[in-house]
């Protein structure tokens, strides 16, 4: 059994794509067409389908991704383990992340990261709360960045708490305010993420028994920034999100105050490899530096 035919079904159901998994797997595309062919006969059923969606998997390719993913991750974790023993720091780290993260965060730890252990390589997963929460719980990712509680079976690491914060448009009502009571947001026309993704606008609203008078939904957290800045509504986000943004809004804090706890997620057990591991605590080391500096 060679596993690189799984890594190719895994890069294909990652990517939705037979052509963005080999731009990814750094092959042709009739080299990826050929290997899922083989594997798809070695097994004897089929695994994907396609359609307007793009790539997806048959019912019985459902049934098999979990044990996929578990192969590959103790691939990866013993290519890990075996560089460490080796005295060699190398292997491959899968992160999911959510923009906030993404955009402030992970630039600069992979820079410090990469300077020390350049054979070390990194697959970023961008997405939102749930997407980073279903990616853990499938295995396809070994650590995660999560809004804390999170319910995913893993060792969660609290790493800051994050103030959310009312954006306004420019020249909006409460231009003279020292502070948003969200009470207002029953009036005001309020720009909401999915509610798969919006727990830290909704537990705030909840908290305080507020019912937001929500316009539009969206999946983009630039989107809210954008039409909020257009005059389409009032919006909550978090303080990480905003930071060093020079958009024309209006922000002000909370009454009554709201926080969000952003966590680190990293796989339970052993499932975790050194070079991982290692990832981990510079992760944690970078963010402490950051709020010093802050």
Not at 53 to 59: E, S
Not at 244 to 269: F, W
Request: charged share 25%.
């Amino acid at each position: 059994m060679k596993l690189d035919k799984y890594q190719v079904l895994s890069a294909v159901v990652e990517q939705r794509s037979l052509t963005l998994a080999a731009s990814v797997l750094g092959c042709t595309q009739s080299a990826v067409s050929h290997s899922l062919d083989a594997l798809e006969k070695e097994l004897g059923f089929p695994l994907l389908k396609r359609g307007r969606a793009g790539v997806t998997l048959t019912d019985e390719g459902e049934r098999l991704m979990p044990a996929v993913r578990e192969l590959l991750g103790s691939r990866e974790r013993l290519d890990q383990t075996a560089a460490a023993i080796r005295g060699l720091d190398a292997g491959l780290v899968r992160i999911g992340a959510f923009t906030s993260v993404a955009v402030h965060w992970l630039p600069g730890v992979l820079k410090e990261f990469q300077a020390d252990f350049p054979r070390v390589d990194f697959r970023l997963l961008n997405g939102d709360y749930h997407d980073v929460e279903q990616w853990l719980s499938d295995g396809s990712i070994d650590i995660g960045f999560v809004n804390v509680p999170c319910a995913v079976d893993c060792e969660i690491i609290p790493l800051m708490e994050d103030r959310l914060l009312a954006i306004l448009p420019e020249g909006s009502r409460f231009a003279n305010y020292p502070k948003f009571p969200l009470l207002e947001c029953e009036t005001e026309p309020f720009i909401s993420l999915l509610e798969s993704s919006d727990h830290d606008a909704r537990r705030a609203l909840e908290a305080a028994g507020v019912q937001p008078n929500v316009r539009f939904y969206t999946k983009d957290d630039y989107a809210i920034l954008a039409m909020v800045e257009q005059g389409l509504g009032m919006s909550i986000m978090p303080e990480l999100l905003l930071k060093g943004r020079h958009d024309r809004l209006q922000i002000l804090p909370l009454i009554p105050e709201a926080r969000r706890t952003i966590g680190l997620a990293v796989a339970a057990g052993e499932k975790a490899g050194p070079a991982t591991r290692r990832f981990v605590d510079y992760v944690v080391r970078y963010v402490r530096e950051e709020a010093g500096r802050g």
